[in-house]
């Protein structure tokens, strides 16, 4: 009867040690990877100082960074309100699945991943009204997964 307990004390005690190591090893070695590798956080979208409040800024005399969040199924802000004659970097990124982003009637368009940023510059000329619709298939709604993007 000894014998069981002492080997089953054994088993538990090389089972902790095991989870200890991993733990050391996997846990912070990879948040760490990923702070380095994301300068604008897409991690955590809700406490992100980009994300968290998406929308535009001018960040140079005619240029603009526009940061948009896709989820099923909207994309924010809606309208995505950008000044005409100016130079735009949308900054995309998706709060739950893979989306698209395309402004209809223009080669903007790119995959939007969770946890990663998609970035694309465009120069806008006119005021006009562009839509902006999901390409890539991303649920029940995707087909109206859609918002604009407004040049003003
Ligand atoms: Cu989002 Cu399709």
């Not at 929308?55 to 140079?60: A, L, S, Y």
């Not at 735009?88 to 893979?98: G, K, L």
């Amino acid at each position: 009867a000894y014998e069981k307990l002492w080997l089953a004390c054994s088993v538990l005690l090389i089972l902790f040690l095991i989870g200890t190591v991993t733990y050391g090893a996997v846990g912070p070695g990879v948040a760490m990877v990923a702070d380095s590798e994301q300068p604008i956080d897409a991690q955590n979208l809700d406490e992100s100082e980009r994300f968290a409040d998406p929308g535009v800024e001018q960040v140079g005399e005619n240029e603009y960074a526009a940061y948009v969040v896709a989820r099923q199924f909207s994309f924010q802000p809606d309208p995505i309100v950008v000044p005409a004659d100016s130079t735009v970097t949308f900054y995309v990124t998706s709060a739950d699945v893979i989306h698209g982003f395309e402004v209809v009637g223009t080669n903007a368009n790119t995959m939007v991943i969770p946890g990663e940023i998609s970035t694309l510059t465009v120069e806008t000329d006119e005021p006009q009204e562009y839509g902006l619709i999901c390409n890539e298939y991303c649920g029940a709604a995707h087909h109206a997964m859609e918002g604009k993007v407004n040049v003003v």
